[in-house]
T-cell receptor, first 114, second 110 residues
Framework: DAGVTQSPTHLIKTRGQHVTLRCSPI?????VSWYQQVLGQGPQFIFQ???????GRGNFPDRFSARQFPNYSSELNVNALLLGDSALYLC?????????????FGPGTRLTVT | EDQVTQSPEALRLQEGESSSLNCSYT??????LFWYRQDPGKGPEFLFT???AGEEKEKERLKATLTKKESFLHITAPKPEDSATYLC???????????FGSGTRLLVRP
């Protein structure tokens, strides 16, 4: 079975630009979460979506937004990019968004802002 | 504030030399503790979920245990292919997010 897929793999953008990252969850999974991981640190929670509704938002500015589509895929959008947004962006898929559940991560999108 | 701390930050072992990684947590209402393995430039790979104190899980050379304040990941007779960063995360209270520690970078030399 295919795991979580993310696109693109790598991306280089200039300060002030906008970026869209995409994620397809494991087949049958209805929840997608987004995390940001900077070098040497653990992933930091950005958003969670379950059944197309936002279930949680981390401590990130309003420049970050996301949505989930009817097929449960998701997009993460970042506006007005800053140098500090350079990181590995991870998408995690889970069957449910309630209770206690394992989250399975994709390979990530490496974003570099110059 | 919910917090997860992992130690040591880095660990070098000789092949076959067993050791343990520590994950201590301060959270309100632990619902689950998760261990992941992460190779450089890749996404975390799920290893274990532990739900309550006293629980243990094993997979090949890895064994995870949980107490009320911390979790240990025991690595028995490690091989070079076990070299990776091991991440610990918790889910707590009414939150849906995972709270991660900074990880332990493990290097196993042949």
């Amino acid at each position: 079975d295919a795991g979580v897929t993310q696109s693109p793999t790598h991306l280089i953008k200039t300060r002030g630009q906008h970026v869209t990252l995409r994620c397809s969850p494991i087949s049958g999974h209805k929840s997608v979460s987004w995390y940001q991981q900077v070098l040497g640190q653990g992933p930091q929670f950005i958003f969670q979506y379950y059944e197309k509704e936002e279930r949680g938002r981390g401590n990130f500015p309003d420049r970050f937004s996301a949505r989930q589509f009817p097929n449960y895929s998701s997009e993460l959008n970042v506006n007005a990019l800053l140098l500090g947004d350079s990181a590995l962006y991870l998408c995690a898929s889970s069957f449910t968004g309630t209770g206690t559940y394992e989250q399975y991560f994709g390979p990530g999108t490496r974003l570099t802002v110059t | 504030e919910d917090q997860v701390t992992q130690s040591p930050e880095a660990l070098r072992l000789q092949e076959g030399e067993s050791s343990s990684l520590n994950c201590s947590y301060t959270v309100s209402g632990l619902r689950g503790l998760f261990w992941y393995r992460q190779d450089p430039g890749k996404g975390p790979e799920f290893l274990f979920t532990l739900y309550s104190a006293g629980e243990e899980k094993e997979k090949e050379r890895l064994k995870a245990t949980l107490t009320k304040k911390e979790s240990f990941l025991h690595i028995t007779a490690p091989k070079p292919e076990d070299s990776a960063t091991y991440l610990c995360a918790v889910q707590a209270g009414s939150s849906y997010k995972l709270i991660f520690g900074s990880g332990t970078r493990l290097l196993v030399r042949p």
